[in-house]
């Protein structure tokens, strides 16, 4: 009952955040209007023109040290957001060093470590509210509170 408690708990946290996401490795200036320049950075780097009316709310957020602080991003609503995440490849291939990255809640982030640490795994996302692993080319859904080893077995199980 407590472990499921905790996966309700991550559940709520994670929907909390789903119009949510960070942007990595842009520029901090003394005194910048921080909407302003997310609208400028995802129109060069992704190719999308959003509305400041579409931001909720934009701050940095603490960083690792010697790193540029990332910007977090609160959307209107999830179709602003997945209109900006869906050119994420776009920004990837382009060379402007900005990064767009879903935020994940704390426990997310560290099963996603996890199953990328994982022998078996090859590889593992975040999408649309819940973290995915890939095992022999199949796609399997996981959750904090889920045995990896087992979760596999089950997985062969059903083959």
């Known amino acids: 009952m407590l472990l499921n408690a905790y996966s309700m708990s991550n559940y709520n946290e994670q929907y909390s955040r789903k119009t949510n996401f960070k942007v990595f490795g842009v520029q901090e200036r003394e005194g910048e209007k921080t909407e302003e320049l997310v609208c400028k ?36 609503n999830t179709e602003c957001k997945a209109t900006v995440m869906r050119k994420r490849s776009k920004v990837k291939k382009g060379n402007s060093g900005v990064k767009l990255v879903d935020d994940v809640t704390k426990l997310n982030a560290q099963l996603i470590s996890q199953l990328n640490e994982h022998a078996a795994i090859e590889s593992a996302w975040y999408f649309n509210g819940s973290v995915f692993g890939q095992y ?8 904090i509170i889920d045995d990896i080893d087992a979760k596999i077995r089950k997985s062969k199980d059903r083959r």
Request: with cysteine; charged share 30%; glycine share 10%.
């Open 136 to 143: 022999k080319g199949k796609r399997i859904k996981f959750d």
């Open 41 to 76: 950075v995802i129109e060069e780097a992704a190719g999308v023109k959003i509305q400041m009316s579409d931001i909720v709310a934009c701050h940095r957020i603490p960083g690792q040290a010697g790193q540029k602080r990332p910007i977090l991003v609160k959307m209107r």
